[in-house]
């Protein structure tokens, strides 16, 4: 069983995003949305980072505006999953929707870990992890 951590926009805010992924046999999803206590950040930011570092690996949907969380939940998930900093994560999904602004960062975001243009592709790729 993968323990598939599912960060960024809400299902609300990402026309219902997560559910396509929670179709995939074989994966644990961990859904901040669900899993962590929403109250305020002294109970959600340890609940979400707890998830992400207990993650085998992590889908980010950081939507088409800044998003802070989300970068914070890449960030430490991809600290704890490579030997050296500036080493490829394999185990790292980031969806960078065709609008998202701005571009002149995604050459950066390329090197952490693997960047596709849609939730279908996240999917795909996320099959294909599972099954190597």
Not at 48 to 68: C, F, Q, T
Request: net charge negative; charged share 25%.
């Amino acid at each position: 069983m993968h323990k598939v951590y599912l960060a960024g926009q809400s299902n609300e805010h990402d026309d219902g995003w997560k559910e396509l992924f929670k179709t995939i046999p074989n994966c644990d999803f961990h859904d901040w949305e669900i899993h962590s206590d929403q109250t305020s950040p002294d109970t959600y930011f340890p609940d979400d980072l707890r998830g992400v570092k207990n993650a085998d690996i992590l889908i980010a949907n950081p939507g088409v505006a800044p998003s802070e969380a989300t970068w914070i939940e890449i960030g430490y998930f991809y600290s704890q999953k490579v030997k050296t900093p500036g080493d490829f994560c394999d185990k790292l999904i980031i969806i960078w929707q065709e609008n998202r602004q701005p571009k002149w960062s995604i050459d950066f975001v390329k090197k952490t870990g693997f960047v596709v243009p849609s939730f279908e592709k996240a999917k795909a790729k996320l099959r294909e992890l599972i099954c190597a």
